[in-house]
């Protein structure tokens, strides 16, 4: 799986819009960027996924780049319950039974 | 998606013991994956869990320590072996779904004493 860079943290005002970006610049023409969440002590959550275009679905939203270096993931309305650590993480497609590897993550703080 | 129910969903042990962790889905697939996180880290995959074969381990962890069964294709088993403190972590299981990426378990909270 290729690298990925993520800001260790983050803050954002509940009701604004948090953007958290990723750097991917190895990533290779078949590798998908994928995003996921893990609220404490829960397991991760799956919050969607895109090749080249950008993606939106009842979560978030995705930003790729036209290089595909680098991503933003959009949540338009930040809630409190979006307080959580969010993984970015590049892989080939579903359906290869291929392993997810986690980095560090980003651990965003969404503020009253 | 998917549900996964594992079980315990804590535990705390004696150091020398072992501990069995189960994960059940809903569902036949055909791998399961299962990580540990350590206190205040990221996600570090332990295994791949295939059915009817020998489970894949990742550098670092060894069947002794960590042995896997995989008896059908919607049940696995993982046990943590003569625990040490240093094993205190949370333990979960993951399974692929095609269209919805990893669906995750809700983890087992262990503790060594």
Redesign the interface.
Same mark, same amino acid.
């Given at each position: 799986d290729a690298k990925t860079t993520q800001p260790t943290s983050m803050d954002c005002a509940e009701g604004r819009a948090a953007n958290l970006p990723c750097n991917h610049s190895t990533i290779s023409g078949n590798e998908y960027v994928y995003w996921y969440r893990q609220i404490h002590s829960q397991g991760p959550q799956y919050i969607i996924h895109g090749l080249k275009n950008n993606e939106t679905n009842e979560m978030a939203s995705l930003i790729i780049t036209e290089d595909r270096k680098s991503s933003t993931l959009i949540l338009p309305h930040a809630t409190l319950r979006d307080t959580a650590v969010y993984y970015c993480i590049v892989r080939a497609g579903f359906g290869g039974n291929e392993k997810l590897t986690f980095g560090t993550g980003t651990r965003l703080t969404i503020i009253p | !998606?998917a549900v +996964?129910s594992q079980k315990p969903s804590r535990d705390i042990c004696q150091r020398g013991t072992s501990l069995t962790i189960q994960c059940q889905v809903d569902s036949q697939v *055909?791998?399961m994956?299962w990580y540990r996180q350590q206190p205040g880290q !990221? @996600? $570090? @995959?332990i295994a *791949?869990a295939n059915q009817g074969s020998e489970a894949t381990y #990742?550098s670092g962890f060894v069947i002794d320590k960590f042995p896997i069964s995989r008896p059908n294709l919607t049940f696995s088993t993982l046990t943590v072996s003569n625990m040490s403190p240093e094993d205190s972590s +949370?333990y @979960?299981c !993951?399974v #692929?779904? +095609?269209?919805? %990426?990893? $669906?995750?378990? !809700? %983890?087992t909270?262990l503790t060594v004493v």
């Open positions: - | !998606s +996964i *055909t791998m994956f !990221s @996600l $570090t @995959l *791949t #990742e +949370i @979960l !993951s #692929e779904e +095609i269209n919805y %990426g990893y $669906t995750f378990g !809700s %983890g909270r």
